[in-house]
């Protein structure tokens, strides 16, 4: 009687789709693990079936994306990654974008309105917040900064510890080939160090100069990226990949359902997974951090690996 259907019926509501279309529709950046994981976990999360294009790293496909897009006719696109993000944003503009796992989104995009989304970075308050929770007798922490790309977050940071009575020393670094200095400017007692999401500091290369002295000043590195744990840091927390799926699967609801993408904006994610290196802790005398954060998990909703 109606022609075609208008609805689409998903659990947790009624998701008004566009005439014929499908509710979602998901760009994927490229075929790696943390991607799978948040598709996946949308798809599981959402229902139905939302159609996939993967670009496989490929910006030439894009153009086959919005075709396919526009032959589809989703009321929301749902974009995983930076690739997919960038590009769907300049080239669909009447379809409302829902995106994740995307290491600092470009502020005049994040600005624009025209997106909402989960970021892949968890506030650095919050990475102090938990460093001091689970680590104890904590009284300094030192971190290098790049004023040009962590302006926010060093500020973040200074506050939260000045509510919770700590010291920071902080050097700033403007170059990954600065790091020598920039450490060796670390000047003042630390009783932890860490680093910030911030490309100039989170590399190969200032990382393993990291390593080396936190080792020499036997203190822990809590950092944002299972990766570095894997390399012999003590402590990451960072976002889960399945979580971020979720998130986004219910911010793409609201949106579906109507609700303004100026008023979702871009969220920081809700499930986290907290690493740490067992060995490294033997060998920094924290016995107790893996009961330390068991029950900081208990009431964080976070996973816990180890290594």
């Known amino acids: ?21 499908p509710a979602f529709y998901i760009v994927q950046s490229d075929d790696i693990g943390p991607y799978n994981k948040a598709v996946t976990s949308f798809k599981v999360s959402c229902g139905g079936e939302s159609p996939v294009f993967n670009l496989k790293g490929n910006r030439g496909d894009v153009d086959k994306a919005v075709s396919h897009i526009r032959e589809t006719s989703p009321s929301v696109l749902v974009t995983v990654g930076k690739l997919a ?18 290491l600092n989104p470009p502020e005049e995009l994040v600005k624009s309105g025209r997106v909402a989304g989960v970021s892949l970075t968890i506030p650095v308050g919050r990475q ?13 922490v030192g ?13 973040e940071l200074f506050r939260i510890a000045r509510e919770r009575g700590v010291k920071v020393v902080a050097s700033r670094i403007d170059e990954p080939d600065d790091a020598p200095r920039a450490i060796r400017a670390l000047v003042g007692e630390m009783d932890a160090f860490l680093l910030l999401p911030d490309p100039t500091v989170a590399n190969k290369k200032v990382f393993f100069q ?20 894997e390399a012999g840091a003590l402590v990451s927390l960072a976002p889960s990949y399945e979580g971020i799926g979720e998130q986004l699967c219910r911010i793409a609801k609201k949106v579906a359902q109507g609700t303004p993408l100026s008023e979702i904006g871009v969220q920081s994610p809700d499930v986290f997974e907290l690493t740490f290196n067992l060995k490294t802790a033997e060998q920094l005398n924290l016995n107790t951090l893996p009961l330390a954060a068991a029950k900081y998990c208990v009431k ?3 996973k816990i690996n180890v290594f």
């Open 143 to 155: 971190t290098l900064y790049n004023p040009k790309k962590s302006r926010n977050e060093i500020k």
């Open 300 to 302: 964080a909703r976070c």
């Open 85 to 102: 993000t960038i590009a769907l944003a300049q080239k669909v503009k009447d379809i409302p974008l829902v995106f994740g796992l995307v």
């Open 1 to 21: 009687m109606w022609g075609k259907i208008l609805t689409t019926l998903l659990i947790g509501g009624l998701l008004i789709a566009r005439e014929g279309g």
């Open 210 to 229: 990291l390593l080396t002295f936190v080792a020499q000043k036997k203190i822990p590195l809590w950092t944002p990226s299972r990766a570095f744990v």
């Open 128 to 140: 102090l917040e938990t460093l001091l929770d689970i680590i104890p007798n904590v009284k300094a």
